[in-house]
């Protein structure tokens, strides 16, 4: 991604955090971090995201979603010091569609990004509009996705350490190279 992307992908980000009326400090907008994770299409399949507090017991972030864009399928596996990463996500702004391990929906609202479907599994189906939470406990498959206005979800978790996230889809690089 080059540098006038990144900085577009920044400022729509920013526009939503202001939407769902998330007050973030300059220093927090600086450090927004734009995920790719790896595959070089940010509108369909990225994430971007601020961390406000990550320590050895609990982590805070705020999640931004292009219009459509998605979070791709993984997990938080067992790790040396607990059974995986369990998290809540609250919806903040637009609708988010959860996708996490159990019976597949009838009539799925949204699918995985075009050509890559083969590396999504799980369709058991959550939708969250702004209020609502759901909670994802460790070692569970789940993969997110926003619908037409975008979204904005707080994120409360147990330690956040995303090189250790296994993702379904091989080619991705959660942490860049």
């Known amino acids: 991604m080059n540098l006038q992307e990144l900085e577009r992908v920044k400022d729509k980000s920013l526009e939503l955090f202001d939407k769902a009326n998330i007050i973030l400090t300059e220093e927090e907008k600086n450090g927004l971090e734009v995920a790719d994770?790896?595959?070089?299409?940010?509108e369909d399949t990225g994430l971007q995201l601020i961390t406000y507090v990550n320590t050895d017991l609990v982590c805070a972030k705020e999640l931004a979603l292009l219009p459509y864009q998605t979070c791709p399928e993984h997990k938080?596996?067992?790790r040396d010091f607990d059974e995986g990463k369990e998290e809540t996500f609250r919806c903040r702004y637009g609708t988010v569609y959860l996708y996490v391990e159990g019976e597949e929906a009838k009539?799925?609202?949204?699918?995985?990004?075009?050509?890559?479907?083969?590396?999504y599994t799980v369709f058991n189906e959550i939708i969250l509009q702004p209020g609502e939470q759901y909670t994802?406990?460790?070692?569970?498959?789940?993969?997110?996705?926003?619908?037409?206005?975008?979204?904005?979800?707080s994120e409360f978790s147990t330690?956040?350490?995303?090189?250790?996230?296994?993702?379904?889809?091989?080619?991705?690089?959660?942490?860049?190279?």
């Open 136 to 153: 994802i406990y460790p070692n569970t498959l789940h993969w997110f996705k926003a619908g037409s206005e975008g979204a904005v979800v």
């Open 107 to 119: 009539n799925r609202t949204m699918n995985p990004p075009q050509g890559d479907e083969e590396y």
């Open 159 to 177: 330690r956040s350490t995303d090189e250790s996230d296994v993702f379904t889809d091989p080619r991705i690089k959660r942490i860049p190279e």
């Open 76 to 78: 938080h596996p067992k």
């Open 37 to 42: 994770f790896g595959l070089n299409k940010i």
